[in-house]
């Protein structure tokens, strides 16, 4: 008995020794994910039918293994080891190929160390002990090898969207330390800055650093997936209305450019989502009708493979919304939504509040528990919007205050309360000055001076501790009760 014991407590240290999702720390951020993308009915709506549009065969393989981490701490062990059989024959066509070559060490290691895990859960020990005898040990790998070792935890973390972005990146940027010469590694690092960047503004600025790695990846690779998010990319670093005539002429020449390139992109009928969906996108950002007529044209592609994306459905509503049939925007805006897309759901309040199908208010208050797990920047979002709605359509500033105050607890730093804001029939150059300059002063007017002190207090404070919203939690409690 003893021995047995022994026997699985040296299998359990071997095991935590090596890397893959397991070891990753990944489970709190795969639960916050589950709860987002899965609908009422517990049916994934979220892009099931583009899983398998990824940009290479290593991305589609680390996206398998995700999954199979998913289905064993869900005790699904037949679909585990379904997936982990179907991932090997995506690692056998990379051991295959001759641009994984530097790295294959690295990517042995992640999907053994995966099975490991699949078959320790299943009890299969005969292979397991197999496996553990024979699996690469990493302390010999070459900087190549370990940079592939961040890379796939990067991809990993990925496909948690916004529960993994912060930690993608900074294994993206652990990858590129290692291997500067591999393309997906930049491409990954890109792509979860531009999502961090637009998690705080959606037109905020692209840095130079995303622009660097989005690049790199397309000059190495020439990958379509990379191009689109390349010309994407280029578009975003023009979005803002400047009045300087050379700003105008560069990014009239940039558009003609980028829109040339997508043309042709669209000519070469491509079939995967990703870029289908990118296509369309930049499209509907243009003002002329030759564009709009691509953009259907892309969306209707996608239509033909995945009618249920989220992103489809969010982008249709876009469609129609610059046709002006609002009320068919609507529809689209809304099954997005119930696709827990939570940009196209705060379309779907605004144009519903604007043709007057739709109660802001109720619809808003709903939204606070469906989208709890959501990232921080989110959170403020939701939490403004309902703010917002209390004081611009209800002339409410007791509840404004209330809702205004628990974005503040959130992060008062956040940039997203120094940017240009606009929801319903309000905007402001930055909520920041119309709590200092217009909010406060009237909070004051109603002799409602400690609230004001409260919101002012936070809009002060370079960090907030978790004393720091304790205390302001309970002070602000006890102030609604003595109003």
């Not at 059989?85 to 160390?113: D, K, N, P, W």
Request: glycine residues 2%; hydrophobic residues 35%; charged residues 30%.
């Amino acid at each position: 008995m003893a021995s047995h014991e022994q026997e699985e407590m040296s299998t359990k240290v071997k095991l935590s020794k090596l890397h893959c999702p397991f070891t990753w720390e990944i489970q709190n951020s795969v639960v916050k994910h589950s709860i987002m993308y899965i609908d009422n009915n517990n049916i994934e709506c979220e892009n099931d039918a583009t899983d398998n549009d990824a940009s290479c065969p290593l991305e589609l393989l680390m996206k398998s293994l995700f999954k199979c981490y998913k289905a064993v701490s869900s005790a699904d062990n037949d679909k585990a080891k379904k997936i982990i059989t179907e991932a090997e024959t995506v690692l056998m066509q990379i051991q295959q190929g001759q641009e994984s070559r530097r790295t294959l060490r690295g990517i042995e290691h992640v999907f053994y160390a995966t099975k490991c895990f699949v078959l320790y859960d299943s009890e299969e020990n005969d292979q397991l002990e197999e496996i553990l005898e024979n699996i690469i040990n990493t302390d010999d790998f070459t900087n190549e090898e370990l940079g592939a070792l961040y890379g796939c935890e990067s991809i990993i973390w990925s496909c948690l969207n916004d529960f993994g972005m912060n930690k993608a990146i900074d294994m993206a940027k652990k990858a590129i330390e290692k291997d500067q010469d591999c393309a997906l590694w930049h491409f990954i690092l890109g792509k979860n800055l531009r999502r961090q960047r637009r998690s705080i503004n959606i037109s905020s600025e692209v840095s130079d650093a995303e622009k660097n790695h989005f690049e790199i990846a397309y000059a190495i690779s020439k990958n379509e997936v990379f191009g689109i998010y390349y010309l994407q990319m280029r578009m975003e670093t023009f979005y803002k209305f400047v009045k300087d005539r050379n700003y105008a002429i560069k990014k009239a020449t940039n558009e003609k450019q980028v829109l040339d390139i997508a043309k042709k992109m669209v000519k070469s009928k491509p079939t995967n989502c990703k870029v289908l969906l990118k296509l369309a996108l930049m499209f509907l950002r243009t003002r002329t009708s030759d564009e709009t007529l691509l953009a259907k044209e892309c969306l209707d592609s996608i239509k033909e493979i995945a009618p249920n994306n989220s992103t489809y459905l969010h982008y249709t509503g876009m469609l129609y919304e610059k046709c002006g049939d609002y009320r068919e925007a609507i529809k689209y805006f809304k099954k997005a939504a119930d696709c827990n897309n939570f940009v196209a759901e705060i379309a779907y309040v605004q144009y519903g509040w604007e043709t007057g199908e739709l109660e802001p208010l109720p619809h808003l208050l709903r939204m606070i528990k469906k989208y709890d797990h959501l990232i921080k920047e989110r959170r403020i979002s939701m939490l403004l919007a309902i703010a917002i709605t209390y004081y611009s359509l209800h002339e409410d500033i007791t509840n404004a205050a209330e809702y205004f105050l628990k974005a503040l607890m959130i992060d008062p730093t956040n940039k997203k309360f120094k940017i240009y804001y606009r929801f319903l029939d309000f905007n402001t150059q930055s909520i920041l000055l119309f709590l200092n300059t217009e909010f406060c002063p009237l909070l004051e007017s109603k002799n409602l001076q400690e609230t004001s002190q409260k919101i002012k207090d936070l809009l002060n404070l370079r960090e907030v501790t978790a004393e720091d919203i304790t205390y302001l939690s309970e002070e602000f409690r006890n102030l609604c009760k003595n109003n």
